[in-house]
């Protein structure tokens, strides 16, 4: 277990801590998304054993919350109310506190979560029969990483951006109890090659004439970019995609959230420093994740992450803005 996980310990969230949960929802989330304090009690009240914490020293760190209904895929209704004895278990928020961010606490939390239900499925305590959720394209990896399967479009409108809906069925694994084969815990110990190393651009003697297509009118990125995290390594951004640029430095780190050791520091603004500029919309991405607003010298902007494993700030964007920057500095490079 990585140190950042130490210490973490999961229980249902109680009324008396919903306020804390109130106030991790509104740093996941921008304002036409986030849930109400109205909507938490609710939730805690009608299903308070679908209402998961993480905390870490008696704090709350991160949750799960749901609700149940009868319906097999989600819709607006579906997502109002809440049936008891219903078998889809409907995830409203996943989410994790901004301090706590790029961690794994998050998958933790979730597989925790998942791991509960599955358990109650099987000793038939409880009528789960599978889990839903909606959520944006840019984290389709992260739940399909726990295990859950892409269904496509959600009709559900909630915000400016698009959903789309995914499910796990509980049970749907194999059961029985049989001896592994011979070696296979010696494999399990290896470590995974699922996903590229990453190189840091520290790496490259060169520097950024060594990761880019040096073309006349136009510097490209010429390996994919991957997460800087060598345990996960996750794909962001594919090879000839990002444009890059010397600009002027963006203070990411918010106040008071010390920088993660596996990012390098970024000169201070106005020092310009490089950038793999990535228009004109998310969708580029293969992989990415977003804060909530934040002000940075006058500006809202986003700070953009991993969506696999949190680990950012890796880049930032204006709020509402079509331009994406990543820091040449805290991306990894594929070079094989």
Same mark, same amino acid.
């Given at each position: 277990m990585s140190a950042a996980?130490?210490?973490?310990?999961?229980k249902n969230v109680p009324a008396e801590d919903l306020g804390q949960?109130?106030?991790?929802?509104?740093?996941g989330f921008p304002p036409d998304?986030?849930?109400?304090?109205?909507?938490?009690?609710?939730?805690?009240?009608?299903? %308070?054993?679908?209402?998961?914490?993480?905390?870490?020293?008696? =704090?709350?760190?991160?949750?799960?919350c749901s609700t149940l209904s009868p319906d097999t895929s989600l819709s607006h209704d579906s997502m109002s109310v809440h049936i008891p004895?219903?078998? %889809?278990?409907?995830?409203?928020?996943?989410?994790?506190?901004?301090?706590?961010?790029?961690?794994?606490?998050?998958?933790?939390?979730?597989?925790? @979560?998942?791991?509960?239900?599955?358990t109650a499925?099987?000793?038939?305590? $409880?009528? @789960? =029969?599978?889990?839903?959720?909606?959520? /944006?394209?840019?984290?389709?990896?992260? @739940?399909?990483?726990?295990?859950?399967?892409?269904?496509?479009?959600?009709?559900?409108? /909630?915000g400016s951006l698009p959903w789309y809906e995914m499910r796990t069925i509980l049970g749907s694994g194999s059961t029985a109890l049989e001896s592994p084969p011979q070696g296979a815990f010696e494999a399990l110990q290896r470590p995974s090659n699922e996903n590229p190393a990453p190189r840091l651009l520290s790496s490259f003697p060169g520097g950024i004439p060594d990761v880019s297509f040096n073309e006349p009118s136009l510097r490209s990125n010429k390996f994919d970019l991957l997460c800087p995290r060598s345990s996960c390594g996750s794909v962001i951004l594919n090879h000839g995609v990002a444009?890059?640029?010397?600009?002027? %430095?963006?203070?990411?780190?918010?106040?008071?959230?010390?920088?993660?050791?596996?990012?390098l520091a970024?000169?201070?603004?106005?020092?310009?420093?490089?950038?793999?500029?990535? $228009?004109? %919309?998310?969708?580029?991405?293969?992989?990415?994740?977003?804060? /909530?607003?934040?002000?940075?010298?006058?500006?809202?902007?986003k700070l953009l992450a991993c969506a696999e494993c949190d680990l950012g700030p890796l880049g930032w964007c204006k709020e509402?803005?079509?331009?994406?920057?990543?820091?040449?500095s805290r991306v990894g490079y594929r070079t094989s």
């Open positions: 996980l130490d210490g973490l310990c999961f949960a109130i106030e991790i929802e509104t740093q998304e986030a849930a109400t304090l109205d909507a938490f009690r609710h939730r805690q009240r009608m299903a %308070s054993d679908l209402f998961l914490g993480a905390y870490r020293n008696n =704090q709350l760190v991160g949750y799960v004895g219903s078998s %889809s278990v409907c995830i409203h928020s996943v989410c994790v506190s901004s301090a706590n961010r790029g961690q794994g606490v998050g998958s933790k939390l979730l597989r925790e @979560y998942i791991a509960r239900l599955e499925h099987r000793e038939k305590s $409880a009528p @789960y =029969q599978r889990i839903l959720l909606i959520t /944006h394209e840019n984290l389709r990896k992260f @739940y399909e990483k726990a295990g859950f399967e892409w269904v496509g479009a959600s009709a559900v409108a /909630h444009k890059f640029i010397e600009a002027a %430095s963006v203070q990411m780190e918010p106040a008071n959230h010390p920088r993660d050791p596996l990012l970024l000169p201070e603004p106005p020092a310009v420093t490089q950038w793999w500029l990535v $228009a004109p %919309s998310a969708m580029e991405f293969e992989n990415i994740g977003f804060s /909530h607003a934040i002000k940075s010298l006058g500006d809202k902007i509402g803005g079509t331009e994406f920057w990543l820091a040449c």
